[in-house]
């Protein structure tokens, strides 16, 4: 019974993954996941309770349920007759047709803290001020079907929409539909591709799995697509576009004398997917104060990346800028890095914009910031541990606590990654952080003496020194504020009224280098996402931020951080031994023994009853 029970449970759990290994046809294809755990299982994982699978988790029970009866009858030498064997057939012939079809009288519950499976106000209110229908047309390839049960989410949330009255979707598949090519191609959607094993032999595959919004003869794309994780925010940000006609703009600043195009070489690229329009302001060309003149034209929002390259002339114009409403997102410090070579860190050029800064009440501290919580990086090395020559170069994976990783956090869902970041306070009555350190972050201060090379930065002596050399005092703190409304000159003496700006202590966050250090096999641009999600909010799209958030919060669960400090660590360690090597057994244990007990009595009983 046990190596019956284990077999079928094991196929049961995995046969849905027969088509990554043999090619099925899309009946089968069907049937596997119809009969597979595990592929109903997965929407109750995401925190989805839907009645096609509560129906399967009932059919498998009373279906063991039955053969179980029949066994046992059969066994005590019962006989059914014709007509109960027809009965029992019909009756089982009926739960698989009710089963196959349980899709057409469906529903689910989206159970989730942040109901990312269920369409928002939001949403719902962009789609109620429609004038005309909204076409969504949902390209999937079949053998994605077969292999990812995500895009069924993605399937059920186009259902879901479908509900509004100004809403209609259609799923096509382009390996069936000879005429969804030609429509692929108008659109400009370009297949994916995707690894398959085989028996014998890996190959991949080109597929396609897009979102096409129509309205009123205008159309947005959603490329590609695989899960819900960010696809509201998705859809919100292109119906947004298409109902209301709203353009999203930014002017970008690179105020460090780095290139956009080559050094930040992702930031426009990033903001583009993420619906906005792109002004590269180019601070060579001079005359700053009519370029950001001109930029008003088309919104008040502004990304400065860096200040050490910006002249005095550049800084006022900035000041007038922000005094004249513009919003600002500052990625700025006090020092600037060598990144491509010694990793030497000195002074700004120029710190007229760290002192603008400082005038309106935002304070940046001399020293930088190292943390327990920071990036893993690996490094070759031509010495040995002791400091002498090696005979030949080694790697070794090092903590290096000047790349401080933020854990998730209120304002950033997934955590970012900060390199040689400094801590920044603000003293006006309008302001607030919006990123912390963890708890297990120092200072380490500058050496006067060396201004070519004021802090020690490589990875190999501080690791060496181990963490927190100097013992200094450890606490969270502060690397971003964002300041709003009247903001008070302590410089220039005066009240600046409809003044808002953000600062992060990091010019180099979003520079292509740095996230190629940090990114590892799969990439990493959670850093990005943070950019695009504290640009909407500064562009008073607080709502749609909220909703790229949820889909960030979806995502961090593939990065290893629910458990952001070590106390909190040993707690859920303690808790979780207790539960499986003390608690369960006992409870294991203790229902033997009521189970034992009830059957005793129940023989005395039965005893006394034949006694009498």
Known sequence: AFVFSALVLAVTNSIHLVSRFAATSSVLMRFVQAASFSWHFDRAAKGILDSRDIFYFIAAALLFFLLTVLVREKRAGKTYSKQERTQIFLAALIFVFASLNSGAYSFRLDLTASQKFTVSPYTKKLLSAAESSVRITYYRSSVLSSLYPQTRDVYDFLTELAADKNVSVCAVSPDKDSSSAAALEYYGIASQQIQTAGNNRTEFINVYSAIVIEYEGAWEIIPFILSCDTLE????????????????YVTVLCGNGLSLKSDYSYVIPW????????????ISAGRLSYQLEQSRNYGNLLLVLGSGALSDDDCMAIETYLESGGRVLFAVSPYEADIENSWHITKSRNQRLITLLSAFGTEFSPDIICDLSCARITMESYENADGSAASSAHSAQLNYFQWVQLLPQENARQGITLFWPVEVRSFQENAGNILYTSSLSYEMHPDTNS???LFETNPFILSNAGYNP?????????????????????YNAGIFDNVEYEVITDQYFVHSLMLGYIGGAYGDYRNLDFLVNRLLRLNGEEELAVLQDSGASSAKNQFLYKVTDSESFRSARNQTIFCTFILNPLLIIAAGIASYILRKNKIRQYAGCYEK
């Open 470 to 490: 100097q013992k200094a005092v450890q606490k969270m703190r502060p690397v971003g504020v964002h300041v709003s409304d009247s903001v008070y000159g302590f």
């Open 451 to 453: 201004p070519d090379s």
């Open 271 to 282: 903001l583009s997917a993420q619906g906005f329009i792109c002004n590269e302001i180019d």
């Open 233 to 248: 925010y998705d859809i919100a940000g292109r119906l947004e576009h298409l109902i209301t006609g709203k353009k999203r």
